[in-house]
Every structure is written in C-alpha cells, then in structure tokens.
C-alpha cells in the first residue's frame, strides 16, 4: 500500500508543468486531490487524467495573487474531506491580468 493512499494533497499550480506531473502520480498512488490554479478548464483537464472518482477529487480555481479568498478556499476544501494532509505550493503569484 502507498503511504499516500488516502492522503489530502493540495496542489496549487496544478494546471501545467511540474504541478500537473505532482497530480499525475499521487492520483497513481491513490491520493485525494485538491487542484488549484488560474486556468479552471485546464484543472479539469489534469483532474480528467487523473481518473480519480469525484468523491476523490477537487477542482479549485485559485489566483495565488489574490489571498484574501484562501481561508474561504480553505474551509471548502475542511467541508469536502476534513483535513488537508500536505500543501504543495508550486504555483506562481503572476496575476492573470499581468500575462
């Protein structure tokens, strides 16, 4: 068994690159998944990829640059699954508007 299985991993930046690799395999070791970034169709993407069944996945769209709303974000995630087990914070704080 993995030592992640059943774990509450949220991944910001979780729509590209390194944070998309990160959901990829700990989906394969049967973690629960938070996925946070700017981009709500590409998380569905990464989150579609996956293959977790929804009771295991969250889509969460988040722009890193705007923190007033994490402690709102926050209590959805406490509402969904109780607790969250390990934050990777990969992504960046480039807002939207700046690209």
Avoid: C, H
Wanted: hydrophobic share 45%; charged share 30%.
């Amino acid at each position: 068994m993995s030592k992640y299985k059943d774990k509450v991993i949220w991944i910001t930046g979780a729509s590209s690159g390194i944070g998309e690799a990160l959901a990829l395999e700990f989906a394969k070791k049967e973690a629960r998944l938070i996925l946070s970034a700017r981009r709500e169709d590409e998380l569905k993407r990464v989150a579609a990829l996956t293959k977790l069944p929804d009771l295991d996945i969250m889509i969460l769209p988040f722009d890193l640059s705007d923190t007033s709303k994490a402690s709102g974000l926050a209590a959805q995630v406490m509402n969904k699954f109780g607790r969250i087990d390990i934050l990777i914070n990969n992504g960046d704080k480039v807002s939207a508007k700046k690209q």
